[in-house]
């Protein structure tokens, strides 16, 4: 009997599963073998008429039989030769030769799997996936997916015709990753994970859980990508690393690429086009930030990105990964910093997605009551599960390092810390202790944060609740962001701007009451993208009156706006004083510049930034008491607030908002010393629009006011807000004396 003989009569039930495609360990049968009687090379290679082993020089080793009527094929290996080729001739004619992927030994080291079965591999990324690397001279692909609960993974692809039986995966059991080096495959091929479950059902395709590069949708296939970019952004990266400076200015334009501007034919603009125009739009406005809405792929536009696929992937609608860093570090070299929205708290039910990624809920929680948002149909991740943490921390840690993106903006935040967010009573499970604080996740949190900061990056909460602590340290008891959205303050302040000034004195307390909280968290006041859309209208629209009173309104808002402490965030298009809701389809209106009350207000917002920015009473003491005092927050009849604003050397601004349409004439309030006063903004100049009322340079009088020993008295134009600094008059002395 010969060797072949005894190989189909031994293994012909192995033979069969691997022509079936239902064989979980293709390792141990495929590839070059020891045998009886020497060594034996199998290989499954469908539409294969005829089969070689070749040496590395293309000399024939010899010729393979095939298995009965399969697509599998075995050859005796020749003593003493260790490497080997196929030479193939297919059923069409065509002849190629490859190197056999069974061949190759793992590219996992013991400490790679070790540190990946602990879920402690803060560079997972460098791990899972899809890699471009040499192994023995050869190079390929390298890919790896933690798939647990399956009987079987394949990498199907462009490379194999789609066909699961061919690179079916080897599996590490400690922890459920499957892995698989595929020679010849590169930058550019498209591939998907074919997966059965632990009952042999095949389940629809998925992507790559950690795939840097998508096709667009409906294909939705991951692509091979390795980065060949050149970064020049050592300098900025340097002064990164000494961590957040809170006493820094924070002007955040928030933008969603899509609908920035277009170009022609309404198609998408590019990174590199926005690297151009974008840039150099933020800059000129005045921004210290740009914070990008999710770019991480997703299926589906009208998500805004905030149910994501691919989380390791900048989505493909503007380029390729590379072109990304590109955007990234024009806007380093601009001096504007990065802040990407990021999405940890759900993911989309689509099935080539993580949903019951291996069949069973793998990266979500199995029970309904703990793994699904109702409001958003998506699963919620599995924070008690330590490859889930592993996943998303790694997730984090990559836009971090390999994009240089400087923050976070972690969406979500009080869907992840509570149990029955948004749950009716017997919707969800309490945690161990009774209560509904989601443990795992307050955990994960605090771990992100350590993180985060440990490498130089800064974190930004949007969280809607009175959790205590979200921007306290972790070693003081906090979550550890380093910033939370104010959306008290916006909610109160918006309400105020909408009600007819006549009624405002009935509401004059929420003008006044975000500072009762101020110094609770380390707080940005947003006026997002939230507040444009859903029927909600724009900043313009949200303004009563008439247009003159709408424009005046919003004006006299912004300056609020930037000198209220806090960090500032304005969605893009409120500087253009858009009329429309955002629409996630189409441009921002950039033709309503050319009108002058839009081209003025987009005037104002340029010069609050230069103003907010060279005053550090504007923002070096956010987050104490010495930063802010009151003036006067009383006087709700005249609904005028005036406040003052203070550095860290005892400097100041005056702030004054008169937000009525009357004029006050000689109004006085009082001023901590006897100095002259000039205006250094006035939202009711004529170059925003306003009637022109103003003052020149203010003395302060020895007239007490306001438990003051000095007082100004000043015109306070018809909705409008003042920001006044002491006068530097050349030859004067500032400070007088009685």
């Known amino acids: 009997m010969s060797v072949f003989e005894k190989e189909i009569r031994e293994r012909g039930a192995e033979f069969d599963a691997i022509a079936a495609g239902r064989h979980n360990d293709p390792f141990a049968v495929l590839g070059l073998h020891p045998s009886r009687d020497g060594r034996v090379v199998r290989t499954f290679q469908p539409g294969a008429k005829q089969i070689e082993l070749v040496d590395a020089g293309g ?9 009965r009527t399969s697509s599998l094929f075995i050859g005796e290996m020749p003593a003493r030769k260790r490497r080997y080729a196929l030479r193939i001739t297919y059923e069409d004619g065509n002849t190629r030769t490859i190197e056999d992927c069974y061949r190759f030994p793992s590219t996992l080291g013991d400490v790679d799997l070790y540190l990946l079965g602990e879920g402690s591999d803060k560079k997972i990324y460098t791990k899972l996936g899809a890699h471009q690397r040499p192994i023995q001279g050869i190079h390929g692909t390298r890919f790896a997916v933690w798939a647990p609960n399956a009987s079987r993974v394949s990498v199907v692809g462009d490379f194999n015709a789609w066909d699961g039986r061919c690179h079916v995966m080897r599996l590490h059991p400690g922890n459920g990753i499957w892995e698989i080096f595929v020679p010849e495959v590169g930058k550019g091929s498209r591939y998907k994970y074919e997966v059965l479950d632990r009952n042999g059902t095949l389940l629809p395709l998925k ?14 296939a991951s692509i091979v990508f390795d980065s060949t970019y050149q970064w020049q952004d050592d300098a900025w990266m340097s002064r990164r690393r000494r961590g957040p400076d809170l006493a820094a200015p924070y002007s955040i334009y928030e933008v969603h690429l899509g609908s920035w501007r277009r170009g022609e034919g309404n198609r998408f603009l590019t990174y ?33 990105g905030y149910q994501p696929i691919g989380m390791f992937a900048p989505t493909q609608r503007f380029g390729d990964p590379d072109d990304f860093r590109y955007l990234v570090d024009r806007c380093h070299a601009a001096d504007l910093g990065v802040i990407i929205d990021w999405v940890p708290a759900h ?33 919620v991740f599995n924070f008690g599960r330590r490859e889930v943490v592993n996943y998303l921390m790694g997730n984090a840690l990559y836009w971090i390092n390999e994009f240089h993106v400087d923050a976070l903006r972690v969406d979500a935040v009080a869907s992840m810390l509570y149990l029955d967010y948004s749950r009716e009573e017997g919707e969800w499970i309490p945690n161990q202790y009774g209560g509904n604080e989601n443990l795992e996740a307050v955990a994960f949190l605090k771990y992100l944060n350590t993180e985060l900061h440990a490498h130089g990056a800064i974190s930004f909460a949007e969280e809607s609740t009175a959790w205590p602590g979200v921007s306290r340290p972790v070693d003081g008891g906090g979550l550890g ?3 939370k959205w104010n959306m008290g303050w916006m909610n109160d302040t918006l309400a105020y701007m909408g009600e007819d000034p006549v009624h405002r004195k009935h509401h004059h307390d929420k003008m006044t009451f975000g500072m009762v909280y101020a110094y609770n968290e380390n707080f940005v006041l947003p006026l997002s993208h939230d507040e444009v859309v859903h029927g909600k209208r724009s900043l313009l629209e949200r303004m009563p009156g008439d247009d003159w009173q709408k424009f005046a309104n919003l004006r006299a808002y912004y300056g609020v706006l930037y000198a209220h402490p806090g960090k500032k965030l304005l969605f893009m298009g409120g500087e253009l004083a858009q009329r429309s809701e955002w629409n996630h389809d189409r441009s921002l209106d950039w033709h309503l510049l050319e009108f002058a009350p839009h081209r003025q207000i987009q005037t104002l917002v340029r010069d609050l930034n230069a103003t907010y920015r ?20 009383n006087d709700r009849n005249n609904s005028v607030l005036s406040w003052l604003r203070r550095d860290k050397h005892g400097g100041y601004v005056i702030c004054v908002s008169n937000l009525t349409p009357v004029v006050r004439h000689d109004f006085r309030i009082g001023v901590p010393d006897r100095l002259d006063f000039r205006e250094a903004i006035n939202t009711d100049d004529e170059r925003y629009g306003g009637s022109g009322l103003g003052n020149g340079l203010v003395t302060a009088e020895t007239v007490p006011s306001h438990g003051r020993p000095y007082s100004i008295a000043l015109q306070l134009p018809p909705l409008a807000t003042l920001l006044l600094k002491p006068a530097d008059r050349a030859g004067d002395v500032n400070v007088r004396t009685n």
């Open 272 to 304: 590199r086009e926005l690297a151009d125009e974008l840039v150099a739009y933020v800059v000129e406005q005045g921004f210290t930030h740009i914070e990008l809405l999710p770019v991480s792929e997703h299926p589906f536009d009208g998500s805004w």
């Open 481 to 483: 962001f380093t910033f």
């Open 59 to 67: 000399d024939r080793l010899a010729s393979m039989l095939r298995v």
């Open 614 to 633: 060279s005053l550090p009473a504007l923002y070096e003491v956010d987050f104490s008491h010495a930063g802010f005092e009151w003036i006067d927050h």
């Open 207 to 220: 992507a790559d859980p950690f795939g840097t590069y998508f096709e667009a949708p409906p294909g939705n």
């Open 347 to 379: 993911f989309p039910k689509d099935e080539h997605g993580l949903a019951r990624f291996d069949g069973t809920s793998l990266y979500e929680h199995a029970d309904p009551r703990m793994g699904q948002h109702a409001d958003w149909g998506t699963y």
